[in-house]
Nanobody, 126 residues
Framework: QVQLVESGGGLVQAGGSLRLSCAAS????????MGWFRQAPGSEREFVGA????????DYADSVKGRFTISRDNAKNTVFLQMNSLKPEDTAVYYC???????????????????WGQGTQVTVSS
């Protein structure tokens, strides 16, 4: 079992930045691929970004490419989502997710993940 806790959300003006963190605890000695998703009210959960176990491969939704950067510090069991040039349409609850993965794959679909955090609210004002 792995427990995930997100932090770093908040209220920011359009054009601003936030850095989300996702701290993992539990069976973190295994290899986990990680992902970030978001869900706005009345919308389905959507893919934001993903990173493989080693951190040498990432993928992003088109809507955030060039603005968001995902990274990880395996020594600290933490994954980050740096969000720059935020827009009002980025407003959502952001979730991190994890799944066991011994290969360098990236996963972009919610059902591919086994573990989820509780989410952190990001609100971008215009």
């Amino acid at each position: 079992q792995v427990q995930l806790v997100e932090s770093g959300g908040g209220l920011v003006q359009a054009g601003g930045s936030l850095r989300l963190s996702c701290a993992a605890s539990g069976r973190t000695s295994n290899s986990y691929a990680m992902g970030w998703f978001r869900q706005a009210p009345g919308s389905e959960r959507e893919f934001v970004g993903a990173i493989n176990w080693s951190g040498d491969s990432t993928d992003y939704a088109d809507s955030v490419k060039g603005r968001f950067t995902i990274s990880r510090d395996n020594a600290k069991n933490t994954v980050f989502l740096q969000m720059n040039s935020l827009k009002p349409e980025d407003t959502a609850v952001y979730y991190c997710a994890a799944r066991l993965s011994k290969v360098g794959r990236l996963y972009t679909i919610p059902y591919e993940y086994d573990y989820w955090g509780q989410g952190t609210q990001v609100t971008v004002s215009s």
